[in-house]
């Protein structure tokens, strides 16, 4: 079987009704998939979106995108985004870049980062994701690391880009910038290319993406991506989120990191379906995304634990909802109280999903849980498409159900044609994660006697108290149920006795003030939810946290501060000890 025929064979099993059947059919299509041979060559673009999607539903809609500001909307069919990405890539070609070559991609959401990603697909060039935050000092370290062979930009990112090249004496073959700038290329002139372009001869092995990983620990890695652990491995998230053809689908993603290839890009474009980008400039307002759901109908919508907290501000029963079939989330695990109130509302459940940038969906709710089957707090079960389990300290395999580990993916039966091909330059930490037959994911996890996931934290997140060990998942989950409390942050504090304590940064809703009153409900909230060994036993509200470009809390920088803070004896003016309330006893 062909690889065109394998994704039709995929695309129809997304049709069937999510039953037990359509499950059993998964499985079977997995089970067949994971040890099949690849061919010598694979062009998705070419072979796919082209070969399958451009000549069956050409003038369907690919790409919807709007400036919800403005309500501007903009759409291409599959037919105009295949001549959009084609001429992109005739114009790098004409500058010289060629396959091997590499091109950022510093764009906001505008309709040129999707033409940029097929462009370099196809013509078999390493795109490498940048997120339009990154500083001119964010760039110099990535321009040192894989200098830019060609790069693409806004305006704005293009000043931070100039200014980290003339530091780092890097000069690009080309640059374009989606305006005007002196000593770029306007991206206006790409569009008088031909709209027609050979695809490059990619083998499976060929580099495709590199992403520099947001990281919670160093110095950002370089993630290699293949021409097929993307575009192919990607089935896994397709199946995970539910999109059928035809559907809206929506994913709240910035591009620059992987989760915008994980549902912006692939999941849709791989069934069929239509991909929508809503475009803001500055903060995320909950009402106005909210208000674009509804607006535009979309079915299946996917977005990050920051998004979702910041709905819960919102009235819910304000919008018309009825479009929407699948609603999933990925990143950390959702609180429970989420969940609830989403589906009350909307009648849908979310369901959460796992994976990683070096994966694609690799532990997750799948559609056919809806209806009965979703356990809330738990990620689901592994995929189809990787053989998972947990592994203890000595790397021995957990058998018994409540006991943490790490998670891995076995390779021994056969390697997840998702998971990523290398950390580029770096075979030190290729040594750590990859050892024996296990590929180790950096997080723990524990699974019950059902078969069902539940997330623990990142390997150097987890808090030890006492000889105990504490995921900061469960503290802030147990904080979040407090009516004050938006968001929350756990992290270890070093202590001289207990070795750490548990930590939280608070942040308040709005209405709410720091106080000792406020503190002391918040301890005595979590005195009544938690085990005594997971209390926090300092809490301090605070305005923000530092987060990384895909919205997961940047604990390991929370650390640093706070090991410096205990170093000085520094007490924090919105800090309270649980100690200094004679209220809550001896604990």
Not at 470 to 481: H, K, N, R
Request: glycine share 8%.
């Amino acid at each position: 079987m062909g690889l065109a025929d394998l994704y039709k064979e995929f695309i129809e099993l997304t049709k069937m009704e999510n039953t037990e059947e359509k499950e059993k059919a998964m499985k079977a299509f997995f089970d067949r998939f994971n040890t099949m041979q690849l061919p010598e060559y694979f062009n998705w673009a070419e072979e796919i979106f082209e070969g399958i999607h451009v000549k069956e539903r050409g003038k369907q809609t690919a790409l919807l995108w709007v400036d919800i500001e403005k309500w501007e909307e903009k759409k291409y069919s599959y037919s105009e985004f295949a001549a959009e990405g084609n001429k992109l890539l005739n114009y790098l070609r004409k500058h010289g870049v060629e396959k091997g070559n590499n091109l950022y991609m510093m764009i906001p959401l505008l309709p040129e980062i999707w033409f940029g990603t097929y462009a370099h697909i196809k013509g078999g060039i390493v795109g490498v994701p940048t997120a339009t935050t990154m500083t001119a000092r964010d760039l110099d370290f990535r321009f040192k690391t894989y200098p830019p062979d060609a790069v693409i930009a806004d305006e704005t990112s293009a000043e931070s880009i100039d200014e980290a090249l003339e530091k780092t004496n890097v000069k690009p073959k080309v640059k374009i910038v989606i305006g005007e700038r002196d000593g770029w290329e306007s991206y206006d002139t790409v569009r008088k290319e031909s709209s027609e372009a050979e695809a490059a001869k990619t083998r499976p092995s060929d580099p495709i993406f590199c992403f520099f990983t947001s990281g919670t620990t160093g110095l950002p890695k370089r993630v290699i991506h293949t021409a097929v652990s993307y575009p192919l491995g990607h089935l896994s998230t397709a199946y995970i989120i539910g999109i059928r053809p035809g559907d809206m689908h929506n994913n709240l993603s910035q591009p620059g990191w992987a989760k915008y290839a994980w549902s912006s890009f692939f999941p849709p474009l791989i069934v069929g379906a239509t991909t929508t980008g809503f475009y803001y400039a500055g903060r995320l307002d909950g009402d106005r995304y909210l208000e674009a759901v509804a607006k535009y109908k979309i079915s299946t919508f996917c977005a990050p634990p920051t998004a979702w907290r910041l709905f819960m501000l919102s009235d819910l029963s304000k919008f018309n909802f009825e479009a929407l079939r699948e609603v999933v989330s990925a990143g950390e695990p959702l609180n429970p109280e989420i969940i609830e109130k989403w589906k009350k509302y909307t009648g849908t459940e979310i369901r959460d999903f796992y994976g990683q940038t070096e994966s694609t969906a690799m532990i997750g709710n799948p559609p056919w849980y809806s209806g009965g089957k979703i356990i809330s707090g738990s990620f689901g079960r592994p995929t189809f498409m990787y053989d998972i389990t947990l592994v203890d300290d000595d790397g021995n395999e957990i058998t018994k159900p409540g006991e943490e580990g790490h998670i891995v993916v076995k390779l021994d039966k056969w390697r997840a044609i998702g998971l990523f091909k290398e950390y580029m330059g770096n075979p030190e930490k290729m040594k750590e994660v990859f050892v024996g037959d296990y590929y180790y994911t950096g997080d723990k996890a524990y699974f019950d006697e059902n078969g069902y996931w539940w997330f623990v934290g990142r390997a150097d997140d987890v808090i030890k108290s006492s000889d105990y060990r504490v995921g900061p998942f469960e503290v802030e989950s147990a904080l979040i149920e407090h009516p004050a409390v938006a968001e929350a942050a756990v992290v270890g504090s070093p202590d001289p006795i207990r070795y750490q304590l548990v930590k939280a940064f608070v942040i308040l809703k709005p209405g709410y003030e720091p106080s000792r009153e406020l503190a002391l409900e918040l301890f005595k909230h979590c005195k009544k939810v938690l085990a005594k060994y997971k209390l926090p036993r300092i809490i301090e509200f605070v305005p923000e946290v530092p987060k990384t470009i895909s919205g997961k809390i940047r604990r390991i920088e929370l650390r640093k501060m706070e090991e410096e803070l205990k170093k000085k004896g520094e007490k924090r003016e919105h800090e309270y000890f649980y100690q200094d309330f004679p209220e809550l006893k001896s604990s």
